[in-house]
C-alpha cells in the first residue's frame, strides 16, 4: 500500500521513555496508524523516513505498507519512501 503521512506525534509511552504515532492517508483517502518505538528492532526501517518528515517541508509518500486490520499498520512493514 502507498500513503502520504500525515502527521506524527511524540508521545510518552506508560512502558518509560517515548514512542511515535503515525497517521497516513492512502490514495483512496483512507486513514490509517502505526506506533513505532525507538527501542524496537524495526525502528531501523522506520528511523530515516520519521526523520525526513521531520525536515521536509513537503510531502513524505511510503509504500509497503501492510495492514493487520482495517486501519492500523503493521509496524513490521518493509516501508520505504517513493
Known amino acids: 500500500m502507498k500513503a502520504k503521512i500525515i502527521k506524527i506525534q511524540e508521545k510518552a509511552s506508560r512502558y518509560g521513555k517515548y514512542f511515535y504515532y503515525i497517521f497516513f492517508k492512502d490514495e483512496s483517502g483512507k486513514s490509517s496508524r502505526t506506533c513505532i518505538y525507538p527501542q524496537y528492532r524495526n525502528y531501523a526501517r522506520w528511523q530515516g523516513i520519521i526523520e525526513r518528515f521531520f525536515k521536509s517541508e513537503g510531502e513524505v ?22
Open 61 to 82: 509518500w511510503v509504500e509497503g505498507l501492510n495492514l493487520k486490520g482495517e486501519r492500523l499498520v503493521d509496524a513490521d512493514s518493509l516501508v520505504g519512501i517513493i
